[in-house]
């Protein structure tokens, strides 16, 4: 009786262990297919969706850039952004082009923290696309919204230009300045002021100046331009820092 009584207890207490050890080796399994299932392949792309994009397409639409043009890396371009050569767009802008075309023309540049947009329709019938000509400067922290600047002009920083305004060639708006909706600034005048008024009529070496603004930022945005090639110049301070220690390079 004793005998058979404790053959019971062992033939129990074998078949539990053999089921708990079968769990652990269960679960161990089930821990080791998920780690394999959540391991991406090798060539799988890897996509940062945390990061902010540069370039968004809208629909059909998807910004165009110049192979020459400087596009800082935190600029956002949306739908119908064309940024043509020798162009620069800097830092924190936004140029959103969901509605209506914005082009920025050769040797223009926008500067730090611009939002640029434009609207379905001009409520003053003119062109609501924004369109930036050449040798155009626009000021840091600007506002423009369905607007045409002709060539060779200057927008001072602050400065916010509403629909259907236009800024004819050789002019000059001053910082913090409001150009209203419909207005127009002629040609070769410095306007200033919320809204923007007449001030004076420019000199011809004033005039002469403008052009040249936007050409020494075109040669700055080079040296920021060839820091966002695959090696970037960082190469140049490794070889210093060798000849500083005395490693043969």
């Known amino acids: 009786m004793a005998t058979s009584i404790a053959a019971r207890f062992s033939r129990k207490a074998a078949a539990s262990a053999f089921s708990g050890c079968r769990n652990v080796i269960a679960s161990r399994s089930f ?6 299932t959540i391991t991406p392949s090798s060539d799988r792309v890897k996509w940062d969706y945390r990061g902010q994009r540069k370039i968004i397409p809208l629909g059909q639409w998807v910004p165009k850039v110049a192979v020459d043009a400087y596009v800082a ?12 050569d020798g162009a620069s767009v800097w830092n924190g802008c936004v140029l959103r082009g969901d509605l209506n075309k914005i082009t920025v023309g050769f040797c223009s540049n926008v500067q730090e923290r611009c939002v640029i947009h434009a609207a379905w329709s001009s409520p003053t019938g003119l062109p609501a696309e924004t369109l930036i000509e050449r040798f155009v400067t626009i000021g840091a922290y600007s506002l423009l919204r369905s607007c045409t600047i002709e060539p060779e002009c200057i927008i001072g920083q602050h400065s916010i230009l509403m629909e259907g305004s236009l800024v004819e060639t050789h002019s000059i708006l001053e910082a913090g300045s409001v150009v209203p909706p419909g207005r127009r600034i002629p040609t070769g005048e410095l306007w200033a002021g919320n809204p923007a008024r007449f001030v004076r009529a420019l000199t011809h070496e004033e005039t002469l100046e403008i052009p040249k603004l936007a050409v020494a930022i075109n040669d700055l945005s080079k040296e920021h331009f060839s820091e966002f090639l695959p090696y970037s110049t960082a190469y140049l301070e490794v070889e210093k820092l060798k000849k500083s220690l005395g490693i043969t390079i």
């Not at 821990?31 to 394999?36: D, I, L, N, Q």
């Not at 890396?73 to 043509?84: E, I, M, W, Y």
Request: hydrophobic share 50%; glycine share 6%.
């Open 73 to 84: 890396p935190n600029v956002v371009l949306a739908g119908q952004v064309t940024v043509n």
């Open 31 to 36: 821990a080791t297919e998920a780690a394999k």
